[in-house]
């Protein structure tokens, strides 16, 4: 008796099933009706509609979030957010915290870094703005390590300008891993790629952050206001 062989191939397609010998009598090229999907495809059709500019299904809403916040995220921003939002809780206790530090090239201080800035500011989160905190010709993660530890979490603003910028600076590997090994540091990819900034540094880029080229500068600014900021003020 013609076994069917669904379970190895899974009849993912019209040929796959006209190629099994149980099930090719039942099928044809001009009609399909898949019995077997992969977990990937079932989870792409199921969220299709969550509102992503990047083509990523966005339909996960964060334990961190209010009851009535409409902020929705990727699988993948909550296990890169998750660890960030433990460690923010747990320096919840500390005094006199900003709630965001912003690094960024100097290049982008009039441009992406201020709007970022303002967005913040504008959502009633205190930013240590490295224009405003920083002196000019610090070492830049000589100062990110001092912004951490007057802030809840840092955000460093990866462009064009930033690349270049740390790429002159050679960057300590040892130092950057200190602060990612803090999970307090989370990358805002803005006009480059992470393939860019992995090329320039590779501990860097080896941590997931956020992206415009996926979501808008104010939806981004959103989904960290919504992080830094208590559960109970959130409404």
């Known amino acids: 008796?013609?076994?069917c062989t669904a379970p190895r191939y899974g009849h993912r397609s019209a040929s796959a099933a006209e190629n099994c010998p149980?099930?090719?009598s039942r099928y044809s090229r001009s009609y399909y009706s898949p019995s077997y999907s992969s977990p990937a495809s079932s989870y792409s059709s199921s969220s299709s509609s969550s509102g992503s500019s990047g083509g990523k299904s966005r339909n996960v809403k964060a334990r961190w979030s209010s009851s009535g916040s409409t902020i929705l995220y990727t699988p993948e921003e909550i296990r890169t957010l998750t660890p960030v939002r433990e460690n923010i809780e747990k320096r919840s206790n500390l005094l006199d915290l900003r709630d965001v530090f912003l690094c960024h090239a100097w290049d982008d201080r009039k441009e992406s870094a201020k709007e970022l800035h303002d967005l913040l500011e504008s959502k009633g989160i205190s930013v240590w703005f490295s224009e405003k905190d920083v002196l000019l010709g610090s070492p830049l993660m000589r100062e990110i390590d001092k912004g951490l530890a007057k802030s809840k979490v840092g955000i460093v603003l990866v462009t064009p300008s930033?690349?270049?910028?740390?790429n002159n600076a050679g960057i300590a590997d040892k130092e950057l891993s200190a602060l990612l090994a803090r999970d307090l540091l989370i990358p805002i990819v803005h006009n480059t790629t992470y393939d860019d900034l992995r090329d320039?540094?590779?501990l860097l880029g080896s941590r997931s952050g956020l992206s415009t080229s996926e979501e808008t500068m104010a939806e981004i600014a959103s989904k960290l206001?919504?992080?830094v900021t208590p559960e109970t003020v959130l409404n």
Request: proline letters at 6%; aromatic letters at 6%.
């Open 1 to 3: 008796m013609a076994r």
């Open 200 to 202: 320039v540094s590779p």
């Open 162 to 166: 930033f690349l270049k910028r740390i």
């Open 225 to 227: 206001a919504e992080l």
């Open 22 to 24: 149980a099930c090719s």
